[in-house]
Structure formats: C-alpha cells, structure tokens
C-alpha cells in the first residue's frame, strides 16, 4: 500500500484487490464480464451538435444579409442591426428549447449536465441578443419619426406584435433571474420549474412578433421555413417529453418492489415492471423517477441507476439529502412509478483506452458502481477509487468487494475529510495509486467541489481533459 493510502486519515477499509497492472501477459484471463446492453442506433458527438448549431446561425445571417438594404442612414443602421439581432435571439430560443427537448440521439451523444450548462450559456446569450435587440429597434424607431425615446417606445407598444414580444422578453428575464445559480439556490425545484415552463409561452410570443416582421413576413418561403422550424422543435418537445414517457408508463407498469437500508441517509430502491430490458438502459445511465405518492408524485427526480438491469428490474441508490429524497426511504412495495429515460452519456460508449479509472465521490458512486461491474477489460484494466468522508458514508461496499474480487479489479477507498492535512485526490497521491494514469480513461462522479478539485488533479497529473468523462448530479 502506498504512503499515501496508508496515512490514518486514509486507511483503506478492508485488504483491497491490489492491482494488477504488472500481471504477467501469459496467465490466462478470466472471462470477460458482459458488455454493455446494444446501444441505440443514434448518438450526436457533441462536436456536431455545436457544428450544426452554427450552421442554422450562418443561415439566419444569411437571410438577414440577403434582405439588408445598404445605407448610411442612422435609422436604417438602427433597424438593420435590430433585425440581425431580433432573428438570432428567435433562433436562439428554438435551440433553446431543442437542447431540452429530451431527443435520445442527442442526450445519449452529448449526456444531459453538457446540454444543460450549453441551455443556462445559450440563455445568457439570447438574453443579450433580445435587450440588444429592443434598444437597436428603439432608437431605429426614435431617429425614425424624430421622436424622444419614451414616445417612441409608446408608439412601438401600441402595435399588438409588438407589445406580445414585450411580455415574452418579460417572461424570459424572470426565466435569467430565476436561473442565476444565487437565486436558483434559494428557490424551490418545482417554483424554478414553473418559472421555467413560463420560457414556452414567451416562445409562442416572440414567434407571433417575428411572423409580424418584415423579415419573415416578407417572403413565403421564409415564413414557411420559420414556421416549419418551430413547429418541428414543438413536435419534438411534445414527442419526447410527453407522448414517450406516457407510452413507456403504460408499456413498463413500473412499481417498487423493495426498499433496502444502505447505511446512514442511503436506500437502494428496486423498481420492477414489464418489459424493462427494452428500454436498452446502460450501465452510467439516469432516468427521471416519478414515485406516485404523496409529497413525491409532483416532481421527476433524477436518479442514476446504480446495477445494470436485470430481470426486468431497475435499481437505484439514493441518498437523503432534501425533502424529496428522504421521502424515498418511506416508499412501499407497489407503489407506482413514472420513469422517462434512460439519459446520460457516462457510458462504455465514451471509453477510448482499454485502462479505465472510476472516480467516485459520495453517492457518486450509484453510475460508476454499475460500469464498475460492466466495463469490459481484463485484471488490471478497471481502478475504482472511492472518496468518502469516513468509514460509515461508504455505500455498496461488499458488492463493490465482491465484483473487485471476481474480475479482480483495484478498488481504494479513500477516507477522510475533504479539509484534512492530506489529500488523495492531489496528483501525486493519484499517481501512486494508478502508476499509469494518463494511459487510462477517466470516468468521474463526485459532489461538484469535489469533481472540478479531481479535474484539476487528474489534468495536472498527465490525462488529457477528452479523456475525463464526468457527470455532474447537480444539472440535468
Ligand atoms: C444526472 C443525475 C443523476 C443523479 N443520480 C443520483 C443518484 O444516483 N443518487 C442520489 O442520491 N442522487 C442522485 N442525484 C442527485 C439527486 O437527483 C438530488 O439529490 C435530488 O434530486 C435532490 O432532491 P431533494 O428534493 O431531496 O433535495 P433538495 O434539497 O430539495 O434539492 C437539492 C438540489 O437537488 C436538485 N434537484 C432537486 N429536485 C430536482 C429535480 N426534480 N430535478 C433535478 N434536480 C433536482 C436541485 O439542484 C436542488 O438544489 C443525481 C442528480 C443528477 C442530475
């Protein structure tokens, strides 16, 4: 055992698999553990996405370009700049709303903590485009009719288009607010969530606005193709977020069939239905929980799943941290569940090298303990290191015992607080656990202090930044 993994604050739990990176090459190898279940058939590599988002930005340039009258007049300048402005904010928003419509190419392909920071980014941006957008076309308007620029902004809000945007903007600065993460710590899931829904409306009226504008008014293909585009996103969010997860209610008829103790604040919950293995969940994946009981029926919760499916059954690991979560420990055999998913990108899809590394932090651990057993790879290619804060916090230690034993796998525990005089998670301390790290994939998942510090360190320590896959639990 190494230095490290021998200070007191960091004594391993029991005598671990140690591992086995030097084993001679002639020894034969036990079986491959099975792989992942087949993936389905679409995954957008993230690279794409972004492409194919700045291809659409090209094209309402374009069409923007392509009707821009060139002048030297201050009120032209002023208005050609707000319909640049004005057609990116209403593309904006449909990219907006495509990242989270749920679309299973591009969740499986991107994983849904990247979608969801590029949405809270895209936001920022779109909100910067429409207040650009409103002061180019006030101050067009106001050099226009040689107005001041109150009766000028009188004037623009007696059109009823006009006056429709006014309140989608509204809506959408309360959707920014709500969203700025001081804010957002202080509001409820569900009030954020509202908030949130209130963004589709304003939607609806910046595109009755932008039909009104001589942009896309003034042309039948453009009102077409603008048309087209919105209604395409609003078949998707309609597809995906309703008709998919009411249809898989009904196929699946998911229930609880047991709640068992894990330790301290830790339940694992086995969820049991018809048909489950068609859903095609793999090993690193989430779905969004709806339990049909009191006090938990009113929001989807996220949970990983924490074993790979198996007859049928999912399980998950949750852990109680808020007033959702501790109402898991309390559910019965039975009881109803919604679940819509599978989500994520923290699969064996992501694997690059045949050396793996699992970085846990915490509870955590619910995705990486289902790669743990699933990754295939031979003795000594699959490291799990678990960073808890002590003994007790540690979850699903024997089975993690169990798997490291039987594909003879490292497994570390890593103990101890996260202010203690030494920390296992600093490049050199990781370096002597895995000798070879920056030959080695790195799958992470850790309390977000936790996963940038292990970022950091794995960074410094030689792996390069495409091969640390992370999940972050606190979006999605
Ligand atoms: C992809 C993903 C996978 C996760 N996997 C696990 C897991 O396997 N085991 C586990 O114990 N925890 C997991 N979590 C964290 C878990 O979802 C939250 O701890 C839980 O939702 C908190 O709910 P609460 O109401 O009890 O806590 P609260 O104290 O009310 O909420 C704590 C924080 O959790 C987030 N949150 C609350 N409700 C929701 C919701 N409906 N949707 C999204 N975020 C919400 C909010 O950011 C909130 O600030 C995961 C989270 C994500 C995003």
Redesign the pocket.
């Known amino acids: 055992m190494t230095t490290e993994a021998s200070h007191p604050l960091y004594v391993p739990l029991a005598p671990l698999a140690a591992p086995r990176a030097e084993e001679p090459r002639r020894r034969r190898r036990p079986p491959v553990p099975p792989a992942a279940p087949p993936v389905p058939a679409l995954r957008l590599a993230p690279g794409r996405l972004r492409t194919g988002i700045a291809a659409g930005a090209g094209g309402v340039g374009l069409l923007w370009g392509l009707q821009a009258r060139p002048s030297a007049r201050l009120d032209v300048l002023f208005a050609s700049g707000a319909h640049l402005t004005g057609l990116l904010a209403g593309y904006g928003v449909l990219v907006l709303l495509l990242l989270m419509a749920r679309v299973p190419a591009v969740e499986h392909g991107v994983g849904?903590?990247r979608l969801a920071r590029r949405h809270a980014l895209g936001g920022r941006y779109v909100l910067g485009l429409i207040a650009a957008h409103g002061v180019l076309a006030l101050c067009g308007h106001a050099v226009h009719t040689h107005a001041d620029l109150f009766t000028a902004a009188g004037d623009l809000l007696s059109y009823g288009a006009i006056a429709a945007a006014t309140a989608g903007t509204a809506l959408l600065v309360a959707v920014g607010i709500t969203s700025a993460r001081s804010v957002r710590?202080r509001l409820?899931?569900e009030t954020w969530r509202a908030v949130h829904l209130g963004a589709l409306l304003a939607a609806a009226l910046g595109f009755v606005h932008q039909l009104a504008g001589p942009d896309i008014a003034g042309g039948l293909l453009t009102r077409w193709l603008w048309s087209l585009a919105h209604a395409l996103v609003a078949v998707l969010l309609v597809w995906y977020r309703i008709v998919v997860p009411v249809r898989a209610a009904l196929r699946h008829d998911l229930r609880v069939a047991e709640v068992r103790d894990e330790g301290p604040g830790v339940v694992s919950v086995l969820i049991r239905g018809r048909g489950v293995d068609h859903l095609r969940a793999e090993p690193g994946q989430?779905f969004r929980w709806r339990f049909l009981r009191r006090g938990l029926w009113a929001?989807?919760?996220?949970?990983?799943l924490?074993a790979p499916v198996r007859d049928d059954t999912l399980r998950?690991?949750?852990?109680a941290?808020?007033?959702?979560?501790?109402r898991v420990r309390r559910l019965r055999p039975g009881t109803r569940v919604l679940a819509t998913g599978p989500f994520?990108a923290l699969t064996a899809h992501r694997r690059t090298r045949r050396k793996v590394l699992l970085l846990a932090g915490g509870?955590g651990i619910?995705?990486l303990r289902a790669l743990f057993e699933t990754l295939p790879g031979g003795p000594g290619d699959v490291t799990l290191l678990y960073r808890a804060p002590d003994a007790a916090s540690v979850v699903l230690r024997e089975e993690l015992e169990a798997i490291a034993r039987e594909r003879r796998a490292a497994l570390h525990f890593l103990l101890g607080p996260s202010d203690g005089s030494f920390d296992p998670l600093a490049p050199r301390a990781l370096r002597n656990l895995v000798p070879d790290l920056a030959a080695h994939d790195v799958y992470l998942c850790g309390p977000p202090a936790m996963a940038r510090a292990a970022t950091a360190s794995l960074r410094r320590a030689g792996v390069p930044a495409a091969r640390i896959h992370s999940?972050?639990?606190?979006?999605?």
């Open positions: 849904a903590d710590r409820r899931h989430f929001t989807a919760l996220p949970f990983s924490s998950i690991t949750v852990k941290l808020g007033d959702h979560t501790r994520g509870v619910t995705p999940e972050d639990f606190d979006r999605a």
